[in-house]
C-alpha cells in the first residue's frame, strides 16, 4: 500500500511516465540507483524536460548563463529546477506587464526589475535562491520552489553546522523567529526554511515565497509548524503560493498574450495532475 505521503509523488511520477511516452515519445526509461523509471529521461535527452516553446531559448541562456548548474537529477521529469525555468523564463524575460503578471499570482503584486536564476545573495552565508528578483523600490523577492519533494532539506547537527548556527543564523533569526526554533535539534530539522527566513533579516522590504503544488500534502505539516513560530511582522512577508492556483490564473488572464497563455496551459499539462489521478 502507498502511503499518504508518497501518494502525490506517486502519481505525479505515473502521469509524467505518460507525458513522456505521450507527449515527448521518448520510450526509453532513465535509471536511479539502478533501476528503470517512465518518469526519468535518458540523460542524452534531459533538455527535452524543457517545454518546446522555450526549449531553444532556455539552452541559450544557460549557455550565456554558465554560472546555474544544473541538478543531478535534471533529466527526471519531476525535477523541481526545470519546473522553475519552464514556469519563470518567458514571464521574466518578456518583462513588463508580464513579468509583473506572473510576480502577481505569486502573491507580489509589483513590477520585476531585474531577476535570476540560483542566485547568493550572501556570499558568505552561501543560501543558493531557486529564483530571485528586485522590485523597482528595492526589496528582493526569494522564491523557493518546491515539485515533489517530501519535504524541506535538513542538516547534519556536526560541528561545521553548528558553528553556522552560532555566528549567522542564529544572530539574523533571533528576532524573526521563536527561540524555541534556534535550538540545535529543531533547527538542523527545519535547516533549509530556516535558511530561508534568514534572507529576510538584512532588508524589512525582502519577501520570501514558497511556491509548491497544493496537492503535495507533504511538504507542508513541517513548514506550517515553523511558519508558527515566526514573528507576526515577518510572517506576513512570507507567501504560499500554490502552483495550480498561480497557473490557472496565468492561463485565464486576458491581459496576457496568446503564446504566453498557451505556454502556461503546456505548464499545465505537464505538472498538475488530472482530476482523478490521485
Known sequence: MISS???????????????????LGVFEKGTYKGRLYSHILPYRLRYLNLLESVRAELQDYLRVHDSIRLHQYFHHLN??????????????????????????????????????????????????????????????????VKLSETGFGTAK???????????????????LVSSHLLEGKRFFENYQILR?????????????????????ESLYPSLN???????PAIRRRISIAYI????????????????????????QEKYVLPSGSR
Not at 505521503?5 to 507527449?23: E, F, I, M, P, S
Not at 524575460?93 to 513590477?111: E, F, K, Q, V, Y
Request: hydrophobic share 35%; with cysteine.
Open 157 to 175: 547537527n556536526d560541528a561545521r553546522h553548528k558553528k553556522k548556527l552560532a555566528e549567522i543564523y542564529n544572530p539574523r533569526l533571533k528576532p
Open 79 to 144: 525535477s523541481s529546477q526545470a519546473f522553475a525555468l519552464n514556469f519563470f523564463y518567458p514571464y521574466f524575460t518578456a518583462g513588463g506587464p508580464d513579468a509583473r503578471a506572473l510576480s502577481a499570482s505569486l502573491g507580489i503584486d509589483a513590477n520585476v526589475s531585474d531577476w535570476e536564476f540560483e542566485g547568493v545573495p550572501d556570499e558568505k552565508e552561501g543560501t543558493n535562491v531557486d529564483v530571485m528578483w528586485h522590485t523597482p523600490a528595492g526589496a528582493q523577492v526569494f522564491c523557493e
Open 5 to 23: 505521503k508518497n501518494r502525490y509523488q506517486t502519481a505525479l511520477q505515473d502521469h509524467l511516465g505518460k507525458y513522456a511516452r505521450n507527449r
Open 244 to 267: 495550480e492556483d498561480c497557473l490557472r490564473t496565468l492561463r485565464d488572464n486576458p491581459s496576457l498574450s496568446l503564446d504566453l497563455r498557451v505556454h502556461t496551459a503546456k505548464i
Open 196 to 216: 530561508n527566513i534568514a534572507l529576510l533579516a538584512s532588508n524589512d522590504g525582502d519577501q520570501l515565497v514558497i511556491l509548491a503544488p497544493r496537492e503535495n
Open 225 to 231: 509548524k515553523v511558519l508558527a513560530k515566526v514573528e
